[in-house]
């Protein structure tokens, strides 16, 4: 499976924008999706997860309310939409997939990676 994740881009505090992380693979409608963060000098933050049938997601407190994520696997696609953005909210956004029809929800779970696209939310 290879993940591709596009979208990020400058944004002013309280505004939104989509990521969208699309697969390559057979795989991915049987896979986990999770979502994280790395900003400079901090660790790898877990932001949620989407099962593999889409029918279900957990989010960490920090993004929980203001992050949404769903999937499509027509499409071999999984979203996170993010609103209410925050400066803090500024880092490089990663998905990250495990064939699983269970959860994951830790970095060392998950199988495959994409290479990043970067959000930077403006005061």
């Known amino acids: 499976v290879q993940l591709v994740e596009s979208g990020g881009g400058l944004v002013q505090a309280g505004g939104s924008l989509r990521l969208s992380c699309a697969a390559s693979g057979s795989t991915f409608s049987r896979s986990a999706v999770g979502w994280f963060r790395q900003a400079p000098g901090k660790e790898r933050e877990f932001l949620g997860t989407?099962?593999?049938?889409?029918?279900?997601?957990t989010y960490a407190n920090s993004v929980r309310g203001r992050f949404t994520i769903s999937r499509d696997n027509s499409k071999n696609t999984v979203y996170l939409q993010m609103n209410s953005l925050k400066p803090e909210d500024t880092a490089l956004y990663y998905c990250?997939?495990?064939?699983?029809?269970?959860?994951?929800?830790?970095?060392?779970?998950?199988?495959?990676w994409g290479q990043g696209t970067q959000v930077t939310v403006s005061s």
């Open positions: 989407i099962i593999f049938s889409g029918s279900s997601t």
């Open positions: 990250a997939a495990v064939q699983t029809t269970g959860w994951a929800t830790r970095a060392g779970e998950f199988v495959y």
